[in-house]
C-alpha cells in the first residue's frame, strides 16, 4: 500500500564502508529522485533520474551513484563512507517532472 | 543555478493568528513553486503548489502568492491551529526537473 518505501530505515556504519539503499515506488511515476537532508533540515536535491536521463546535482561528490533496475526503483550506493554523510537520505517520485513529489519515509545514516 | 532563500527561519504565532512564510528565487525561467510540510520524524509532503501562469493559489485555509516581478512568492496560513506546527519548505526549479529547496522555516502554534 505504501507509494514510495525504503529500506532501511535506519543504517549505522564505519567510515569507509560502502553501502546502499533501496527505494521502490508503486505509483506508476516516471521521476524518481535522491535527496539528503541534514542535521540543520537543509533538504538538498542529489539525483534526478527518470527512463532517459540522469541528472547529478553538481555538489554530490562522485561516492554516490544511483542505480536503477528498472522503472520502479532508483537505489543509492554509496562508496568509501565518510561522517559528513550522515543525515536522513530521502527518495522521491512524481509524474514527469515538476510535479508533486511523493517523498519515502526516510533513511537516517550514521557513519562512525 | 537557482538560489531560494526562505525567511523566516523560526516563526512562533498564537492560535487562530496568521503566519506568512516568504521565498525569493533567482532564475527568472522558473515556473513551478511549491511548498512542503514536514512534521517532526516524518517526510515531506506537499501541501500546495503554483504555477507561473497564476499569482495566487488558495485552499482552505492555505493560500500561496507569487509575484514574478519581484521573483518572490508567499505561503499564507490562516486560522492556524496547533496541528499546523512543523517545518515548511518552498522550492524553484533548478536545471529543468530538479527541485532546490529554501532553508525550511519552523512553524510553531501555540494554544
Known amino acids: 500500500d505504501t507509494a514510495v518505501s525504503q529500506t532501511p530505515k535506519y543504517l549505522v556504519t564505519q567510515m569507509g564502508n560502502d553501502k546502499s539503499i533501496k527505494c521502490e515506488q508503486n505509483l506508476g511515476h516516471d521521476t524518481m529522485y535522491w535527496y539528503k537532508q541534514d542535521s540543520k533540515k537543509f533538504l538538498k536535491i542529489m539525483f534526478s533520474y527518470n527512463n532517459k536521463e540522469l541528472i547529478i546535482n553538481e555538489t554530490v561528490p562522485n561516492r554516490f551513484s544511483p542505480k536503477s533496475p528498472d522503472k520502479a526503483h532508483l537505489n543509492l550506493h554509496i562508496n568509501s563512507l565518510e561522517l559528513g554523510d550522515s543525515a536522513v537520505y530521502f527518495c522521491?517520485?512524481?509524474?514527469?517532472?515538476?510535479?508533486?513529489?511523493?517523498f519515502g519515509p526516510g533513511t537516517r545514516l550514521t557513519v562512525t | 543555478g537557482e538560489n531560494v532563500e526562505q525567511h523566516p527561519s523560526t516563526l512562533s504565532v498564537q492560535e487562530g493568528d496568521s503566519a506568512v512564510i516568504k521565498c525569493t528565487y533567482s532564475d527568472s525561467a522558473s515556473n513551478y513553486f511549491p511548498w512542503y510540510k514536514q512534521e517532526l520524524g516524518k517526510r515531506p509532503q506537499l501541501i500546495i503548489d503554483?504555477?507561473?501562469?497564476?499569482g495566487e493559489k488558495k485552499d482552505q485555509r492555505i493560500a500561496v502568492t507569487l509575484n514574478k516581478t519581484a521573483k518572490h512568492f508567499s505561503l499564507h496560513i490562516t486560522e492556524t491551529q496547533p496541528e499546523d506546527s512543523a517545518v515548511y519548505f518552498c522550492a524553484a526549479p533548478k536545471r529543468g526537473n530538479m527541485l532546490t529547496f529554501g532553508g525550511g522555516t519552523r512553524l510553531m502554534v501555540k494554544p
Open positions: 522521491a517520485s512524481s509524474q514527469e517532472s515538476l510535479n508533486e513529489q511523493y
Open positions: 503554483i504555477r507561473s501562469n497564476v
